[in-house]
């Protein structure tokens, strides 16, 4: 469970035990702003908004990368035995997989099995606490690499939104 304490709205301080989805749904909810970075470029800003169900079981995430308006979802939901992200790119291609929720330092990270451009990949996600809000990044390992490291591809610092 994540345990908070609040430092202005949105912003949490986090002191962990084992997260549960619910708790991440909670303390992800609400309007981000911050910078962002791709392995191909550089963002002045990025606008977050996350969504969580009033049960706690679903969370949605739309991006907006604002140099190129490039938006993408992320939709996470708690079924009885997994959870299910569904997620569309910039480009409006969709993926369907099963990840599982870990703690990872302060914060958590999702990590499920994936295919990307025609290879296998594990998908990471992280979301680890800043002073104020969290830093997003999104990460892959492809697994006919022999490299042991994730490659990021995308990392937002969610700043809440004034």
């Known amino acids: 469970m994540l345990v908070c304490a609040c430092l202005s709205s949105n912003s949490l301080a986090v ?3 084992q997260a549960t989805f619910a ?6 909810a609400g309007q981000w702003v911050g910078p962002a970075a791709s392995t191909a470029r550089r963002y002045l800003a990025a606008q977050v908004e ?3 169900s009033h049960d706690g079981k679903q969370l949605m995430l739309m991006t ?3 140099t190129d308006a490039a938006t993408s979802s992320w939709w996470f939901v708690q079924l009885p035995d997994r959870i299910q992200l569904m997620q569309r790119d910039n ?3 969709f993926r369907q997989i099963d990840v599982s929720l870990y703690d990872y330092g302060d914060g958590f990270s999702f ?3 994936t295919e990307v451009n025609g290879r296998e990949a594990l998908l990471k996600l992280i979301f680890e606490p800043l002073a104020v809000g969290w830093q997003w990044q999104q990460q892959l390992q492809y697994l ?7 490659q990021v591809f995308l ?7 004034v």
Request: net charge negative; glycine share 8%.
């Open 15 to 17: 002191a962990k035990e």
């Open 23 to 28: 708790d991440v749904c909670g303390v992800i």
């Open 50 to 52: 996350a969504i969580c």
């Open 64 to 66: 907006t990368l604002e």
């Open 91 to 93: 480009h409006g291609k």
């Open 111 to 113: 990590l499920g099995l």
């Open 144 to 150: 006919d690499d022999d490299s042991e490291t994730y």
């Open 155 to 161: 990392s937002v610092d969610l700043v809440p939104k």
